[in-house]
């Protein structure tokens, strides 16, 4: 499977962060987050969407949305990573060293 990184959370410290992906062949969304296990935020959800045995929920922070809009639209700027600080700006869509925001 081919996967192309959108973004990862601008506030990371690099390791264990959130990030979003998508799968080159299919077009699906991979999203990489906090695993969801409150049982209230977990009951909400179900109100809405019964969670499959092979389901999971995570969260995202809200500092990604320009991320996730970038893999919705399939396209964005890159912007510097907030852990590579003497990186210049640009590169391609994809570039393990960078962060792709709208």
Same mark, same amino acid.
């Given at each position: 499977?081919?996967?192309?990184?959108?973004?990862?959370?601008?506030?990371?410290?690099?390791?264990?962060?959130?990030?979003?992906? *998508?799968?080159?062949?299919?077009?699906?969304?991979?999203?990489?987050?906090?695993?969801?296990?409150?049982?209230?935020?977990? &009951?909400?959800?179900?109100?809405?969407?019964? *969670?499959?045995?092979?389901?999971?929920?995570?969260?995202?922070? &809200?500092?990604?949305?320009? *991320? *996730?809009?970038? &893999?919705?639209?399939?396209?964005?700027?890159?912007?510097?990573? &907030?852990?590579?600080?003497?990186?210049?700006?640009?590169?391609?869509?994809?570039?393990?060293?960078?962060?792709?925001?709208?």
């Amino acid at each position: 499977m081919a996967l192309e990184f959108i973004g990862i959370d601008p506030e990371t410290g690099g390791d264990h962060c959130p990030a979003v992906f *998508i799968d080159e062949e299919t077009g699906d969304f991979l999203l990489q987050g906090w695993t969801v296990t409150d049982p209230d935020t977990l &009951a909400a959800i179900a109100g809405h969407s019964p *969670i499959a045995d092979n389901e999971s929920v995570v969260r995202l922070p &809200a500092r990604m949305r320009a *991320i *996730i809009q970038e &893999a919705v639209n399939g396209h964005g700027a890159t912007v510097q990573r &907030a852990d590579r600080g003497g990186d210049d700006l640009g590169g391609a869509p994809g570039d393990a060293g960078r962060l792709h925001a709208v």
